[in-house]
Structures are given as C-alpha cells and as structure tokens.
C-alpha cells in the first residue's frame, strides 16, 4: 500500500510539474508576441515596409509590417483592395473564440467599416487543433473555389460551442458545404484534399508562424497586432487610430 501511495504521489508532482512547464512556455510565446509588435525591431517588419508612413504616400504601418496581401478577387477577403486600413485575421475552425468573434463582432465591423470602403478584412487559416482543424481550413478553401467561402465560414462557426472544439471530420464538413450550397460536392471533396488548398492553408499557417502568432484569433490591423476575441470596442479603437494614422 506504501509503495502504491508513493507511487501515486511521484505521477501527481509529475503532472504538476508538467502543466507548470506548458503553461510557462504558453506565456512565454504571448510575452514575445506581444514584445515583439510593441517593440519594433529590426525583425518585426519586412524591409520594404520599414519607415513606412503616410507622409511617404503610403499607409502608416505598425511594428509587424504591411502583411496585407490586397489581392483581387480573394475570396477569403472582405471590402475594397485599396482600403486605408486592412486587418488580417488568423482563425482555426476549431477555436471557439474565433466563433465568438465571428458571431458577435465581425458583422459589425463589416456594417461600420468595410461597408463604406475603410476597413478590408483578409481571413488567414492558422490551425493548430489537430488535424481536423487542418482539414477544416482546406475545407474552406474548397468551399472559396466554388465562391462560397464566408457563407461556409459563418456556418461552421455557428455551430461552434461557446468553450469547447466542435469535432469536424470530413463528413461534418461537407455537410456544411451542403448546408450552404455549394454547387458541386464531389469536386468539393475532391479539392479539399487537393494540393491548391492545402498549399493555401499552409502559406497562411506559415506566415503567422513568422509573425510570431501563438494563439487564434490573433488579429494584425495595418502591422498592429490585437490579440483574442475582444470587445467590439477595442477593435473600433484599433482601427480608428489606423484611420488617423492615414490622414
């Protein structure tokens, strides 16, 4: 019984000790994150958008750089090309606070932003719940070939429960393809495990992992980083004081 009690004792110090370490090495990718876009050093932004600033002709840019890629025709993009402020968007289906974000504030900032060409939304796949998180992003991208991206989006996200990852196999996904009516499933099922979207998925998943991001949502509006599902209220404060930077 002794040996069965220390035993016992030994695994939950090792446990303890265990979540001690995640949680350290956690705080420690938020604490760079968040130093890295306060700071501004010479890794923060690319050279090209250094020194950057409305007097130049150019947006003011923040300490990340001008990640915007303001790309014609996106389909996993929201308002005008040229808009004065663009923030882009790091998302996992699987996240339920980018569910939150998606369901309680993004429509917002369509309607007070994008709507009369000042802000333009650029969605980024960043997933890193697993594989279905993965698969989930290539499903989006499917679901953009056949112009049904943000419809497929809003879907999976309202679906989404309030603290936990919703589990989305293949089938559960086209099941949402189906729900918003994507015209040609078969090719749906085809492309989301063709090499288009997964290339896709993995230049968005690589281009946060160079920034830096170490949670989703994480948000970069004009290279200022904003970290989780936030209140509306600081994601109209960020970018107002984008808009003023451009004035």
Known sequence: ????????????????????VVLVVLALGLIG???????????????????????????????????ARREEGDP??????????VMVAFSDYRCPFCAKFSRDTEQQLVDEYVQDG??????????????????????????AMQSRFWEFNKAVFADSPERAHPDLPEDTLVA???????????????DMHGPEAAQAVQRDLDEGSALGVPSTPAFVVNGNPLMGAQPVAEFRAQIDQALAATR
Do not use: C, H
């Open 33 to 67: 994150y968040l130093v890295l876009g306060a700071t501004g050093g010479d890794d923060a932004a690319p050279p090209a958008t250094r020194g950057q600033s409305a007097d130049a002709g150019q947006p003011a840019v923040g300490p990340l750089g001008d990640i």
């Open 176 to 190: 949402y393809a189906e729900k918003v009516g994507v015209p040609d499933i078969a090719k749906f099922r085809t």
């Open 118 to 143: 000042r802000l333009r939304i650029e969605w980024r796949n960043f997933p890193i719940f697993g594989p279905e998180s993965t698969l989930a992003a290539q499903a989006g991208r499917a679901a």
């Open 76 to 85: 996993a993009a929201l308002g005008r090309t040229d808009a004065p402020v």
């Open 1 to 20: 019984m002794g040996r069965t009690t220390g035993n016992l004792e030994r695994r939950g110090r090792q446990r303890d000790v265990t979540i001690v």
